[in-house]
């Protein structure tokens, strides 16, 4: 079993920046995959960012947001600049476990709202 903490979230104004946390139960090393999803009102969950080997983006995030992690502090990071409105809603840390199966496990969200 793996539980997922996010915190950072938080109300910003166009243009800026916020840092997501995702704290992890684990040694984020057994784990294969990381990242992070929004889901925004009304709207399907979406891929931010994932960082395994290396790391993926979004289109719409690319050269905005940065993921990062911390293995000595089982820890990872969503730092998120040039904030637009659209980037609004829910972001939800993701662990992916490869075994036998595919075992994804999701942490509670965490709101981030950019508007003026």
């Known amino acids: 079993q793996v539980q997922l903490v996010e915190s950072g979230g938080g109300l910003v104004q166009p243009g800026g920046s916020l840092r997501l946390s995702c704290a992890v139960s684990?040694?984020?090393?057994?784990?294969?995959?990381m990242g992070w999803y929004r889901q925004a009102p009304g709207k399907q969950r979406e891929l931010v960012a994932t960082?395994?080997?290396?790391?993926n983006y979004a289109d719409s995030v690319k050269g905005r947001f940065t993921i990062s992690r911390d293995n000595a502090k089982n820890a990872v990071y969503l730092q998120m600049s040039d904030l637009k409105p659209e980037d609004t809603g829910v972001y939800y840390c993701n662990a992916r476990l490869i075994l036998a199966s595919i075992k994804d496990y999701w942490g509670q969200g965490t709101q981030v709202t950019v508007s003026s």
């Open positions: 684990r040694n984020i090393f057994s784990l294969n995959t």
């Open positions: 960082i395994s080997s290396g790391t």
